[in-house]
Nanobody, 115 residues
């Protein structure tokens, strides 16, 4: 089993930045792909960004050029979010898996973009 813990969410004004962090523990040798999903009230959960074991990244069209996913090591993954918009407001989940980052999920961290 793998445990994922997110941190770094909060309230930010439009145009501001936040950096989300995700720390993995447990059987981390079983995961290679990491990702971030989000879910806004009344909307379906969506993939925001993902990174493979070979560091190939994928982004949702709505965040391309504003968000950056990265990993420091096998345990820690980050999501740098710049030029935030009110529509980025959501509960953000850190995820992980062997090939697709959907096997394990964190509890989520709230991001609110509002003036």
């Amino acid at each position: 089993q793998v445990q994922l813990v997110e941190s770094g969410g909060g309230l930010v004004q439009p145009g501001g930045s936040l950096r989300l962090s995700c720390a993995a523990s447990g059987s981390i040798f079983t995961i290679r792909a990491r990702g971030w999903f989000r879910q806004a009230p009344g909307k379906e959960r969506e993939l925001v960004a993902a990174i493979t074991g070979d560091d190939v990244t994928t982004y949702a069209a709505s965040v391309e050029g504003r968000f950056t996913i990265s990993r420091a090591n096998a345990k820690n993954t980050y999501l740098q979010m710049n030029s935030l918009k009110p529509e980025d407001t959501a509960l953000y989940y850190c995820t992980a898996g062997l090939r697709v980052p959907k096997d394990y999920w964190g509890q989520g961290t709230q991001v609110t973009v509002s003036s």
